[in-house]
């Protein structure tokens, strides 16, 4: 990948404002990387100056690993043909094809990471309106 990814077409500017990715090893808070309100795009990976969120002592993660998209309320997870895989909550995603995240959802660069990325500040969807 020459420069950094750009977001797709159909990425929406952040609406969300405390949005966070947590390093966790287990239960223990590394750091904190802050996702502020505003960005289509927020890039995973190796590469400081290109990755918002650098993981640079994980060396199992490509330079550009994986994106988080959103659109509207929802955010997507994008991995970027990366070297070993990107998991969401244990399961391999495929390259290339949004998933959509959850409140909590833990991002794994490897199937053998030393931390997982936790999503923390995504509001839970609001309940369906009851039948009038």
């Avoid at 002592?57 to 959103?70: G, K, L, T």
């Avoid at 509207?72 to 070297?83: A, F, P, Q, V």
């Avoid at 995240?101 to 609001?126: C, Q």
Wanted: aromatic share 4%; charged share 20%; net charge positive.
């Amino acid at each position: 990948m020459a420069g950094k990814f750009p977001a797709p077409s159909w990425a929406t500017e952040t609406p969300h404002a405390g949005l966070a990715l947590e390093v966790r090893r287990g239960e223990r808070t590394l750091r904190r990387h802050e996702l502020p309100p505003g960005p289509r795009c927020f890039v995973v990976g190796r590469q400081p100056g290109v990755a918002d969120v650098v993981v640079g002592d994980d060396e199992a993660a490509s330079r550009q690993h994986c994106a988080i998209v959103p659109r509207g309320e929802r955010l997507y997870l994008i991995d970027l043909k990366s070297t070993r895989g990107t998991f969401v909550d244990g399961k391999r995603i495929r390259p290339n094809e949004p998933t959509q995240l959850g409140g909590g959802a833990s991002i794994t660069l490897s199937d053998a990471p030393p931390y997982a990325l936790v999503l923390v500040g995504l509001p839970a969807p609001a309940a369906p309106a009851a039948p009038a």
